[in-house]
């Protein structure tokens, strides 16, 4: 893409070391940059990071930019959760990845979760009012953490509550889905 519409514009992406689903990072993180985005990629080490092809086999090896401890929050203007189920199980449980989630949404910063990703939002409790998709089976998770509704549907853009949370389903959505986060990021 020769288009660099994102020029200066700076997302974070959290991960674990372990589980990420392949192209809900390589595809986001690579169409941002080739726009002309600043992408960080966060991990709870410093170890390079194992994708998955669905959540199974293994995919490319990332070197992360930064650990979890180490980034600034307040450095980004967009947030980015990739899915996969093991990676977005784990993530939750990290306390830094939960206070960035909190820091951006307190902050009304755009969030963007895909497949799984959401995991992390439940577990900051930043879903209160939301309209949101997700991988199907995090909708129960995602309605007891006070969203206003669960969607089935390629990319939701919910602007409620002080934050834009951007949220699609699989990699199959992953087209609506980096359109609607570079329009968010634009937009911020």
Known sequence: MSDKSLNGHRVLVLVT?????????????????????????????SDPIQTLVGDKDPGETVEP??????????AYELLLLPGGTINADQLRLESKALETVKAFASSGRPIAAICHGPWALVEADVLNGKTLTSFASVRTDIRNAGAKEWVDEAVVS???????????????????????????????
Do not use: H, I
Request: proline share 4%; charged share 25%; net charge negative.
């Open 65 to 74: 930019t930064t650990t979890l401890d180490e980034l600034d929050p307040g």
């Open 17 to 45: 070391n372990y589980g990420v689903e392949q192209d809900e990072l390589v595809v986001p993180v690579r169409w941002l940059r080739e726009s002309g985005a600043d992408v960080t990629v966060a991990a709870v080490s």
């Open 158 to 188: 919910d602007s409620a509550n002080g934050y834009t949370l951007v949220t699609s389903r699989t990699p199959k959505d992953l087209d609506a889905f980096v359109g609607a986060v570079s329009k968010a990021l634009a937009d911020s």
